[in-house]
């Protein structure tokens, strides 16, 4: 399984953008890299997946660099709604998806 | 739509006993798997399925036991339940073909205590 790092937690206030950075230096060529949200007491949600340069939707954008080794969440103008776990994922052919700790983002108001 | 609808929300088990935790989608999804979330940790893999019929090990399937005889249903099985298999659990779903990992859809959760 690749696997990926992220900071642990990070604090925002309300209105800021809120970017973080995944590492996942033994991605494969054929990998996806996910990210997902979780709110207390509910199942993780999908946010945003992309397999290189930068992929954007109405939540979030994902900046992946020509390497592939990192990639990096961007939430704009995050509000106290925003505050949950986010996982990185790099994905497997087979499924085999890994999450790991996650980052804890406060935001505050 | 119901999505990934898991049963029961909670269970408390004592020592030894068995038990099934229910996951069952109406996506028509091949892949389907099973997490535990410890307090404080991420989610965990116990055991995955490619489609019915196909089941395969995930980071932590001991103590565990799953089958996939529908497209629809993928249970989870403690045959004999220990303190150490407290947790919360998640069911997920997902596409499979072209796209390796494409999205998974979360059950809400069955939070198991064992005495």
């Known amino acids: 399984l690749a696997k990926t790092t992220q900071p642990i937690s990070m604090d925002s206030y309300e209105g800021q953008e809120v970017n973080i950075t995944c590492s996942h230096n033994?991605?494969?060529?054929?990998?996806?890299i996910t990210w997902y949200q979780q709110f207390p007491s509910q199942g993780p949600r999908f946010i945003i997946q992309g397999y290189k340069t930068k992929v954007t939707n109405e939540v979030a954008s994902l900046f992946i660099p020509a390497d592939r080794k990192s990639s990096t969440l961007s939430l704009p103008r995050v509000s106290l709604s925003d505050t949950a776990v986010y996982y990185c994922?790099?994905?497997?052919?087979?499924?085999?998806?890994?999450f790991g700790a996650g980052t804890t983002v406060t935001v505050r108001a | 739509n119901a999505g990934v609808t898991q049963t029961p929300k909670f269970q408390v088990l004592k020592t030894g006993q068995s038990m099934t935790l229910q996951c069952a989608q109406d996506?028509?999804?091949?892949?389907m798997s099973w997490y535990r979330q410890d307090p404080g940790m991420g989610l965990r893999l116990i055991h995955y399925s490619v489609g019915a019929g196909i089941t395969d090990q995930g980071e932590v399937p001991n103590g565990y036991n799953v089958s996939r005889s529908t497209t629809e249903d993928f249970p989870l099985r403690l045959l004999s339940a220990a303190p150490s298999q407290t947790s919360v659990y998640f069911c997920?779903?997902?596409?499979?073909?072209?796209?390796?990992?494409?999205?998974?859809?979360f059950g809400e959760g069955s939070r198991l205590t064992v005495l």
């Open positions: 994922l790099v994905g497997e052919s087979d499924y085999k998806l890994s």
């Open positions: 997920a779903s997902g596409g499979a073909g072209e796209s390796n990992t494409g999205e998974l859809f």
């Open positions: 996506m028509n999804h091949e892949y």
């Open positions: 033994n991605i494969a060529t054929n990998d996806y």
